[in-house]
């Protein structure tokens, strides 16, 4: 148990509609990070928060966005889905921005149908 | 960030020692190389990180030559619970993102 909880575990959701995926970090871990993992494409960095603010991004769509609350949980929002968004999304969390060890959640697994 | 490439499996037997080698030419300079080990159903787990020469923690060796442009994990003595996936990324230090391959199935074999 990495400390990172996820939630929903599984979503399974039509075309065209949004969801939102919800990540609390270990405690006291200032910095959380999305990543999508599907087979095709691997495990993927989609955005990074510190303490609240929008640290990084990757390769992540305009369709998603994210936000880091003041209690330091995490929400990545996915809109207009589409059947390509089915995947594994994991949230990690780590104590400071840089050179530390990331703690993955569990992931939500998303079927887009 | 840098690209990294590695096999997509292997196989071992109990007690050898496994050396997974992993390629990224274009890693810059103020990248790290880290490993994660990931179980069916499960988030990756953090193994090693490294920026150069060796590494070594309570279960993993993490060897990287001078010019960066590969790096190898080393798992002494495997059991079949080493079973996995393993990870190879490079992580960006300023912004702690990682960017991982596409992951090297390692199978543990009685």
């Known amino acids: 148990d990495s400390g990172v909880t996820q939630t929903p575990k599984h979503l399974i959701t039509a075309t065209g509609q949004r969801v939102t995926l919800r990540c609390s970090p270990r405690?006291?871990?200032?910095?959380v990070y999305w990543y999508q993992q599907s087979l095709d494409q691997g495990l993927q960095f989609l955005i990074q928060?510190?303490?609240?603010?929008?640290?990084a991004k990757g390769n992540i769509l305009e369709r998603f966005s994210a936000q880091q609350f003041p209690d330091l949980h995490s929400e990545l929002n996915l809109s207009s889905l589409e059947l390509g968004d089915s995947a594994l999304y994991f949230c990690?969390?780590?104590?400071?921005?840089?050179?530390?060890?990331?703690?993955f959640g569990p992931g939500t697994r998303l079927t887009v149908t | 960030l840098a690209k990294t490439t590695q096999p997509i499996s292997m196989d071992s037997y109990e007690g050898q020692e496994v050396n997974i080698t992993c390629s990224h030419n274009n890693i810059a300079t103020n990248d790290y190389i880290t490993w994660y080990q990931q179980f069916p159903s499960q988030g990756p787990r953090f193994i090693i990180q490294g920026y150069k020469t060796k590494v070594t923690n309570e279960v993993a060796s993490l060897f990287i030559p001078a010019d960066r442009k590969s790096s190898t994990l080393s798992l002494p003595r495997v059991s079949l619970s080493d079973t996995a996936v393993y990870y190879c990324g490079a992580k960006r230090d300023a912004g702690n993102m990682l960017t991982f391959g596409g992951g090297t199935r390692l199978m543990v074999k009685p």
């Open positions: 990690a969390s780590s104590v400071g921005g840089t050179s530390y060890e990331q703690y």
């Open positions: 405690s006291g871990d200032l910095s």
């Open positions: 928060y510190y303490n609240g603010e929008e640290r």
